[in-house]
């Protein structure tokens, strides 16, 4: 990538390590605005005033011209680019939230920075179900956004199934890219950079810590017009991205669940203060004045009509479904077969299934 002199210079700084509350000092101290960077000497000092010598030390080395080509020279065989407050790339929406990342460290599509972005994200711990709703939901979102998510296993991963096919899909690091956490998805974030996009606003060396995810949902609900939350605890990192899209007057929406499923409790909370109760698509999409009445209506034939009536009530065992309908189970298998097809129901495990809802006719 090309990069302009101040971001050049931002680049070298951000490349010391400081955590942010230091970074966004130093940046302060030294005159820096969102549009405005302090020249090199005027960051020494104030690193050396704020932080200490050893780290103004530092940034003296990083910013000698041999140390910096090696910088760059480094993220680029790494396939990293670097989006700066000052790029033409950063997302306005991003720049707007209280605490902006000064560098976003990018690895794949980096034009989907500019596209329309909403967030779906879920905790480790969903239900099988919902981890088929979401993936669906995050599918037939991205025909209108590019779905942002993180790379967490459950919630965050079935949105990522979802929106990967269409290659409209954001995933934010907690950490820099020399590492991957969970390891198990070391495959599927490289599908996201090959397809996707992957960011981070932490250096390649920086390694996860405990504190960043948390720090890190902000990005997520900074780069998103609204929030989806699939699933979450009463404690977990969902509830915070969507406090902080809250906070950002961004709109916020999350699955009801019934009393008792502790991966529900959070989406129950967050609707009884802010979010939107959702159970089907439209209650999305119409957020957004997006009209999906006006699609082509699907054919269904009067077994798949009865069958996709049967499920509107609710997830049912295959057994349930034979029992309500009347259709024998050896004729009822290419009736779901076919629905499922038509995207209008998705299997749940255990012989079950439930309806995708997409009108607002409940």
């Known amino acids: 990538m090309q990069y302009s002199a101040k971001e050049k210079t931002l680049i070298l700084f951000d490349s010391i390590g400081l955590d942010y509350t230091k970074k966004a000092a130093v940046f302060k101290d ?32 990083v910013f000698k011209e041999k140390n910096s080509e090696e910088i760059f020279s480094s993220y680029e065989k790494k396939k990293i680019g670097c989006v700066t407050v000052f790029s033409e790339d950063y997302p306005e929406l991003l720049s707007e939230i209280p605490n902006p ?19 779906v994200v879920g905790s480790r711990r969903t239900l099988p179900q919902i981890l088929k709703l979401t ?13 942002v998510t993180g790379l967490a296993d459950g919630g965050d991963t079935a949105a990522i199934k979802g929106g990967l096919e269409s290659g409209k899909l954001i995933s934010v690091l907690a950490y820099g890219f020399d590492f991957v956490y969970p390891e198990c998805n ?10 996707g996009l992957a960011i981070s606003e932490y250096i390649p060396s920086a390694s996860p810590q405990k504190h960043m995810f948390p720090f890190r949902n902000r990005i997520i609900a900074g780069l998103s017009e609204g929030v989806f939350v699939v699933s979450g605890g009463t404690k977990s990192g969902t509830k915070i991205t969507a406090k902080y899209a809250y906070e950002y007057g961004r709109d916020v929406f999350a699955f009801p669940y019934t009393p008792g499923i502790v991966s529900g409790e959070g989406c129950n909370a967050i609707i009884k203060e802010y979010a939107k109760l959702t159970d089907n698509l439209v209650d999305i999409t119409s957020a957004f004045g997006i009209n999906l009445t006006e699609k082509e209506e699907i054919t269904l034939s009067a077994a798949e009509k009865a069958v996709y009536l049967c499920l509107r009530e609710g997830e049912k065992h295959l057994s349930e479904i034979s029992e309500k309908t009347g259709i024998v189970s050896y004729e009822l298998m290419p009736v779901l077969t076919l629905l499922e097809i038509k995207k209008l129901i998705v299997r749940c495990g255990g012989n079950r299934y439930c309806a995708v809802v997409f009108s607002s006719e409940k």
Do not use: M, Q, W
């Open 30 to 61: 030294a005159g820096g605005t969102l549009s405005y960077i302090p020249d090199r000497e005027r960051l020494i000092l104030s690193t050396a005033r704020l932080v200490g010598e050893k780290e103004s030390e530092r940034l003296k080395e």
């Open 135 to 147: 993936e669906k939901y995050a599918s037939d979102l991205a025909e209108y956004f590019t779905i």
């Open 186 to 195: 070391r495959h599927l974030l490289e599908k996201i950079t090959e397809k």
């Open 101 to 119: 990342p000064f560098v976003l460290y990018c690895r794949g599509n980096i034009s989907l920075l500019r596209d329309r972005k909403f967030a």
